[in-house]
């Protein structure tokens, strides 16, 4: 069982189209982290939002942690085939120790 | 190069055969996980260590799989009589205490196939 939920699990689209991933737990997080992994590469972070209610922007990405902190949004703007990638979302446990969600793989196609 | 370095990048071993991975983490990250990743999954945490001890290790590691990092500073994942099921990324990550820094660093990985 998922500790975190992402959605959806796979998103295919057009170059300069805009989209928006999701992730969902039933638990309280102290933080969420976004991670961006290229095929046969470790995961990348992102960024890491603390503060429930915290919208953080990284260029043509804005993180959102919901007031809850049970749940954060990925939104990127007008996308561009280098976004390519497997984003996951991961958060901090009450064994202090990073656990992640399954993913979502979007494809930006030219 | 100071981020976290793993080897080998791939193995390829034949089922029942031992295997054992290598990642020497950031020098001053005290903190160390392991995580297994199928194709098309997130990764599945493993074990972590803080320094040299060994302070979770995630249910689903059977007996056949071992990690050590005996002097706080690199560790080693070995896995005994591999099965076909264990075919996967194993990927090493070092961070500071969570409590400091959240931020994990993750290596590129081992990608591991049983025949």
């Known amino acids: 069982t998922q500790l975190l939920e992402q959605s959806p699990q796979f998103l295919s689209i057009q170059e300069g189209e805009n989209l928006t991933v999701y992730c969902n737990s039933s638990?309280?997080?102290?933080?969420l982290q976004w991670y961006r992994q290229e095929p046969g590469e470790g995961p990348v972070l992102l960024v890491t939002v603390v503060t429930g209610g915290e919208v953080k922007k990284l260029k043509r990405l804005t993180f959102q942690f919901g007031d809850a902190r049970k749940d954060s949004s990925l939104h990127i703007t007008a996308a561009q085939p280098g976004d390519t990638g497997l984003y996951l979302c991961a958060g901090a446990n009450n064994n202090n120790d990073m656990r992640f969600g399954a993913g979502t793989r979007l494809t930006v196609k030219p | 190069d100071t981020g976290v370095s793993q080897d080998p990048r791939h193995k390829i071993t034949k089922r029942g055969q031992n295997v054992t991975f290598r990642c020497d983490p950031i020098s001053e990250h005290n903190r160390l996980y392991w995580y297994r990743q199928t194709l098309g999954q997130g990764p599945e945490f493993l074990t972590y260590?803080?320094?040299?001890?060994?302070?979770?290790k995630s249910r689903l590691l059977s007996d056949r799989f071992s990690a050590e990092r005996p002097k706080g500073s690199f560790s080693t994942l070995e896995i005994q009589r591999t099965e076909q099921g264990d075919s996967a990324m194993y990927l090493c990550?070092?961070?500071?205490?969570?409590?400091?820094?959240?931020?994990?660093?993750f290596g590129s990985g081992t990608q591991l196939s049983v025949l």
């Open positions: 990550a070092s961070s500071l205490p969570l409590l400091e820094d959240e931020k994990l660093f």
């Open positions: 638990s309280v997080f102290s933080s």
């Open positions: 260590f803080q320094n040299e001890a060994q302070l979770e």
